[in-house]
C-alpha cells in the first residue's frame, strides 16, 4: 500500500501551493449531509462530527478487517496505527512518536494516569495524604476516576475553584495559585495537578502553558492536561505547554470518527512506565504499543488520520483556518444572541475557542442543574435546537446586572459551538426559539420533572 | 402550556425512538418468558430458513481465495448484520446527543436482557457488556488488586490458572496479581488429551499446591475452552472442586463458549464468566458479555475506564465509558434473527460445526497419518489436527513462520500450535492446526489445507527453510 500523505502532511507545512481547489459549498454540505435535517446542531463540542468521506475511509478498514482479520492483524494493522500516531506527532510537535499513545478517549486516558497514581500510592511511591489537584469544573467523568483511584489509594484531593463568568486569564491564574497553595499546606507533597486546556462547562481556554509552569515552580511533581476538546480547536504545541501528560479526543474537532484520542507522555527518565488497565500480549512493551493492541476490536476510527488530514487540506489554511473562522464565526453568533436577549458572554472572545458561554435571560428562571437540562431537553423536542446549558449559581453577594435589578441576574448559559457544518440559520433558530419562550413568560419550573 | 416530554414530539429524530422503544418493550417482554425465538406476536413475519445461495451472500465479504479456516481467532459477521451495525452507526452520527440521552442505554439494556436468558442468568443486573474477553479479564484482576491493596488479601496469596490460559490474561494476572503480591500457580495440563480425567488430576494437585503453607487461593482462572491448544475443558467438575477446596472466587474466561459450546449459568456455577459474542456468535467487532453472579459477598467490581457512572454498578458503568462506538453492542436483536433463519438456532448451528470440523479434522488426521490432539467429545466447533512431524516444527517460532508460509503461498489461514516433545518420544508430533468449522466454511477448505500440507511434505519442507 502507498503512502500518498506522507511527505505533505510530514514537513508539517499547510501553506503549500494547492493543486486541487477547495472544497465548495455544496460539497461541505455533502460531506455533513447525515446530520439531521431538522435539528439546529450547535453543539459540536459533545460528540464532535465527522464528515461523510471519512465515514466512508473508515468503512473501508472495517471491510478490509472483516474480509481476512487475520491478515489484517499481522500484515496491517501494527503499521497503521504507528503512521497516525507519525502523523500526530507532528501535528502536536511531539518530540519522539515513542511519547504518543493512541487510546479510545480522554476518559480513557484519564483511567491511564490515574491509575499509575493509584499504584505509586499502593507501592508506597506516594504517602497516605499526599496531594492530587483538580480545577473544580474539571469533567464530571474524570472527577470520578480521581475519586476510583486517587481517593480510594489514600490521596487527597484539592479542588481550586475559577470564578465565572470572567474577565480575563489573569483570574484563572490567581484562583490557579491560590488553590495550590492550599494544596502544598502543612508541606503536604503535590503529586499531580490536572488542568483542563479547555473546560467543558462552564467552557473557558485555561491559559495552560502558565499555570503548568506555575506548577513546575511550586514543585508539582507531575501535571495532567485534560485536553479534551483542544484538537483543531485551539494551538496546540505539548513541547510549549510542557505537560507531562496530554490528552485530545480527534472525533471532537478533528473530524475523525468515534472515537479516537492521542495521550502524549513526555520522555521523562523519573516517571515510571503507565500502562493501559486493558492489559494484553504487549504488556510492558510501552504504554503507546500496549494501546494499540488490547484485544480483538474495531481499531479502524484510529486509522483514518491520513484521510482526514487530506480533508482538512482542502479548507484554506487548513486546521489553522478552520479553527480561526471558527472561533470567529462562535464570537460573532455569541455577540448577536446576548444581544437580542440583552444578556452578556461568560467570558472575552479571546478566552473562546470554538465555543462561547451565552447568557440566557434570567426570567426563564434556571434555578438549578436539573432545570438546565430540563431546558436543553425541551429546546431539543420542541424547538428542534441543539445545545448544551450551564448552570451557574449566584455568588453570595453577587454584583447585581446591569440594570441594577437583582431578578435579572444570568444563571444559565447556553454554550454554542461553531463547526465548518454550521450556518447562521442556527444560531437565528435558537435566537427565536429563546425569545419565543421569554415572550410566552416560560419559567423551568413549568416543566414537568424528567 | 408546556407539554412534557413524552407527549408531544414534532421532530422525527425522538418519534422513531418512541418507535424503537415500543418495539424494545414487547421483546423484553419477550425475552422474560423466556422466548428466545425473538417476535413480538402477530408483529413479525416467521423467520424463513436461510438458503445455500443466502447464505453465500452473508459472507460474500469474506476474501475468496483464502480456505478461511480459523473461525477461533477473530470470528465472523454475516452482511445482514454488518448492515444492522451501520445503521446504529447512522443513527448516532445524525444526532449524536438525541442518541446518547434517548437511545443508548435503553438499547444496551436490552442487549444485556437477551444475553441473560441465553445463558441462564437469574437476572440482568448480573450482566454487563464490555469490548472483549480481555477488558473482562482486567475487570476481574483489578478488582485482585485493590483486595491486596486494602489488605483483604495478604501478600502471599494465591491464583491458579492453566497453563494454556490465553497470553493476554496470563499478562493481566502479571499485571494485576502478581505485582499487587499475589503468588500465581499454573496447572501443568498434558496435550495430546485422552480424557477429561487427565485435567480435573492436574487440577487437584494444583490446588493444593496453591492451599500449601496455610496459604488462601483467592481467585481461580479457568477456561472454558483454551485457546491454544484448543480443548473443551470440564469447567463444571473444576469449578465444584474449587468450591470444596475453599477456593475464594472462580472466574471462568469461556471467550470462545457461547455460540460453540452449552454455556449455562446456573449449571457452571462460577462468580465470574465472560465471552464474546463476536467469535462464535455472528456479532461485529467487538462484544463480550461479563456475567458476576449476585452473592451475598459483593464483589465490588469497577470497569477501570472510569465515567460518569462509577459506583451504580459494573453494567451500567460499562454502558457507558465515553464517547465511543458502541453499535457493536446493539446488533443482538438483529443477530438473534439471523439465528432463527438455521434450523435449530444456534444450538443447531452449534452441533452441526462440531460434528463437521470432527469429521475434517478426522480426513486431514488420515490423509496425513497422524492423529486428533482430544477426543471428539473434548472438541467444540474447533480441533486440534496433528501435522506430519517431518515438517520439523521444533518451536514457536517455527509454528508462527509455517502459518505465515501457509497463508502467503497456499491460501490457507490457520493457526498452528507447537507441543514440546516429551523426553524419549519416538517422532513426536510437534505441530497442531487448530482448525475451525462455522457455517461459511466447506469441504473444499479443508481439502485445500490436506493439500497444501502433502505438498509440502512430498518436497521434503522443513521448517528451517523458512527465513527468519
Not at chain 1, 511519547?99 to 480522554?106: F, G, H, P, R, T
Not at chain 1, 471558527?326 to 452578556?344: C, F, I, P
Not at chain 2, 495440563?189 to 487440577?203: A, Q, R
Not at chain 2, 472466574?251 to 456455577?269: L, N, P, R
Request: with cysteine; hydrophobic share 40%; net charge negative.
Amino acid at each position: 500500500m502507498g503512502e500518498p500523505h506522507e511527505d505533505s502532511h510530514l514537513n508539517g507545512d499547510s501553506k503549500k501551493p494547492k493543486l486541487s481547489s477547495f472544497i465548495t459549498e455544496p460539497q461541505l454540505r455533502e460531506e455533513f449531509a447525515h446530520h439531521q435535517p431538522l435539528v439546529a446542531r450547535i453543539n459540536n463540542g459533545s460528540f464532535g462530527s465527522c464528515p461523510a468521506s471519512i465515514i466512508a475511509a473508515q468503512r473501508r478498514w472495517q471491510l478490509k478487517f472483516l474480509q481476512q482479520p487475520d491478515d489484517f492483524f499481522f500484515n496491517h494493522l501494527q503499521s497503521r496505527i504507528l503512521h497516525s500516531r507519525t502523523l500526530i506527532k507532528h501535528l502536536i510537535n511531539a518530540d519522539d512518536v515513542d511519547e504518543v499513545s493512541i487510546v479510545d478517549n480522554a476518559t480513557t486516558a484519564a483511567a491511564i494516569v490515574l491509575q499509575h497514581v493509584g499504584w505509586a500510592f499502593a507501592e508506597g511511591r506516594f504517602q497516605k495524604g499526599d496531594v492530587v489537584v483538580m480545577l473544580h469544573c474539571a469533567f464530571q467523568a474524570v472527577k470520578k476516576s480521581i475519586e476510583a483511584y486517587v481517593t480510594r489509594a489514600g490521596g487527597s484531593v484539592i479542588v481550586v475553584q475559577l470564578p465565572f463568568p470572567l474577565s480575563s486569564a489573569e483570574e484563572i491564574v490567581v484562583a490557579f495559585k491560590k488553590g495550590l497553595a492550599r494544596g502544598k499546606a502543612n508541606g503536604r507533597k503535590v503529586r499531580l495537578a490536572i488542568i483542563d486546556h479547555i473546560t467543558s462547562m462552564p467552557c473557558v481556554v485555561i491559559p495552560v502553558r502558565e499555570l503548568v509552569r506555575i506548577c513546575r515552580e511550586e514543585g508539582v511533581d507531575q501535571v495532567f492536561v485534560d485536553a479534551a476538546h483542544a484538537i483543531g480547536s485551539v494551538h496546540v504545541d505539548v513541547k510549549d505547554i510542557g505537560a507531562d501528560f496530554y490528552v485530545s479526543n480527534l472525533h471532537k474537532w478533528f473530524f475523525c470518527p468515534p472515537s479516537v484520542a492521542f495521550l502524549h507522555c513526555r520522555k521523562s527518565p523519573t516517571i515510571p512506565d503507565l500502562h493501559h488497565p486493558v492489559v494484553s500480549h504487549e504488556y510492558g512493551n510501552g504504554l503507546a504499543i500496549e494501546s494499540a493492541w488490547i484485544g480483538t476490536r474495531d481499531y479502524s476510527s484510529q486509522l483514518v488520520v491520513p484521510e482526514v488530514l487530506d480533508f482538512i487540506d482542502r479548507f484554506e489554511g487548513g486546521i489553522e483556518g478552520i479553527r480561526k473562522r471558527n472561533h470567529d464565526a462562535v464570537v460573532q453568533m455569541a455577540e448577536m444572541l446576548a444581544k437580542a436577549w440583552g444578556t452578556n458572554l461568560g467570558s472575552p472572545p479571546d478566552m473562546c475557542p470554538s465555543m462561547a458561554m451565552v447568557g440566557l435571560p434570567a426570567s426563564l428562571g434556571i434555578s438549578s442543574d436539573t432545570d438546565a437540562s430540563k431546558l436543553r431537553t425541551h429546546l431539543r423536542d420542541h424547538f428542534g435546537v441543539e445545545v448544551p446549558l450551564h448552570y451557574q449559581a449566584p455568588k453570595e453577594n453577587e454584583v447585581e446586572a446591569e440594570n441594577g435589578d437583582r431578578d435579572s441576574l444570568i444563571t444559565g448559559y447556553a454554550r454554542i459551538s461553531h463547526q465548518v457544518y454550521n450556518t447562521v440559520d442556527d444560531y437565528l433558530k435558537f435566537r427565536d426559539a429563546i425569545n419565543q419562550l421569554v415572550q410566552d413568560m416560560f419559567t423551568c419550573n413549568m416543566l414537568l420533572q424528567q | 402550556m408546556f407539554l412534557s416530554r413524552s407527549l408531544h414530539k414534532p421532530f422525527s429524530a425522538t418519534t422513531s425512538s418512541y418507535l424503537s422503544s415500543m418495539a424494545s418493550h414487547h421483546l423484553h417482554h419477550h425475552h422474560q418468558n423466556g422466548d428466545t425465538t425473538h417476535s413480538p406476536p402477530s408483529k413479525k413475519l416467521k423467520p424463513t430458513p436461510i438458503t445455500p445461495s443466502e447464505l453465500l451472500a452473508e459472507f460474500s465479504h469474506h476474501h475468496p481465495s483464502t480456505a478461511r479456516i480459523n473461525n477461533g481467532s477473530f470470528g465472523s459477521c454475516p452482511a445482514s448484520i454488518i448492515a444492522a451495525q451501520r445503521r446504529y452507526q447512522l443513527q448516532y452520527l445524525q444526532q449524536p446527543d438525541d442518541f446518547y440521552f434517548n437511545r443508548l442505554k435503553p438499547s444496551i439494556l436490552k442487549t444485556r436482557s437477551i444475553i441473560k436468558d441465553l445463558i441462564n442468568a437469574d437476572h440482568v443486573d448480573e450482566i454487563s457488556v464490555v469490548d472483549n474477553a480481555t477488558t473482562a479479564a482486567a475487570i476481574v484482576l483489578q478488582h485482585i488488586t485493590w483486595s491486596f491493596f486494602e489488605s483483604k488479601f495478604n501478600k502471599g496469596d494465591t491464583a491458579v490458572m492453566l497453563h494454556y490460559a490465553y497470553g493476554a490474561v496470563k499478562k493481566s494476572v502479571q499485571a494485576y496479581v502478581t505485582r499487587a503480591g499475589g503468588e500465581v500457580i499454573e496447572v501443568k495440563l498434558p496435550f495430546p488429551l485422552k480424557s477429561n480425567d487427565e485435567i480435573i488430576t492436574e487440577f487437584k494437585k494444583a490446588l493444593e499446591k496453591a492451599k500449601s503453607n496455610g496459604r488462601k487461593i483467592r481467585l481461580a482462572v479457568i477456561d472454558h475452552v483454551t485457546s491454544m491448544p484448543c480443548v473443551v475443558i470440564p469447567v463444571k467438575e473444576l469449578v465444584k472442586i474449587c468450591r470444596d477446596e475453599g477456593v475464594d472466587r472462580i472466574f471462568v474466561d469461556a471467550a470462545h463458549a457461547i455460540g460453540c459450546t452449552e454455556v449455562d449459568m446456573q449449571d457452571i456455577g462460577a462468580d465470574f464468566y465472560t465471552s464474546n459474542l463476536h467469535k462464535w456468535f455472528f456479532c461485529p467487532p467487538s462484544v463480550a458479555f461479563l456475567y458476576c453472579r449476585k452473592t451475598d459477598k459483593v464483589a465490588d467490581l469497577h470497569h477501570p475506564v472510569v465515567s460518569h457512572e462509577y459506583g451504580n454498578g459494573l453494567a451500567v458503568e460499562s454502558a457507558w465509558i465515553g464517547t465511543r462506538d458502541y453499535s457493536a453492542q446493539l446488533v443482538l436483536p438483529e443477530v438473534m434473527d439471523f439465528l432463527s433463519r438455521f434450523e435449530g438456532g444456534i444450538d443447531g448451528i452449534r452441533k452441526r460445526n462440531h460434528e463437521r470440523v470432527v469429521e475434517m479434522g478426522d480426513m486431514l488426521a488420515e490423509a496425513w497419518g497422524t492423529h486428533l490432539g482430544s477426543p471428539p467429545e473434548m472438541c467444540a466447533s474447533l480441533a486440534m489436527v496433528g501435522m506430519p512431524a517431518c515438517l520439523g516444527i521444533s518451536s514457536d517460532s517455527d509454528a508462527l513462520k509455517l502459518r505465515t508460509h501457509l497463508r502467503e503461498y497456499f491460501g490457507v489461514e490457520v493457526p498452528i500450535y507447537y507441543r514440546a516433545p516429551n523426553d524419549g518420544e519416538f517422532n513426536p508430533i510437534t505441530g497442531y492446526a487448530r482448525i475451525s468449522h462455522q457455517v461459511y466454511n466447506t469441504t473444499e477448505d479443508y481439502y485445500k489445507f490436506r493439500d497444501a500440507v502433502n505438498k509440502l511434505v512430498n518436497d521434503a519442507f522443513t521448517c528451517a527453510l523458512l527465513s527468519d
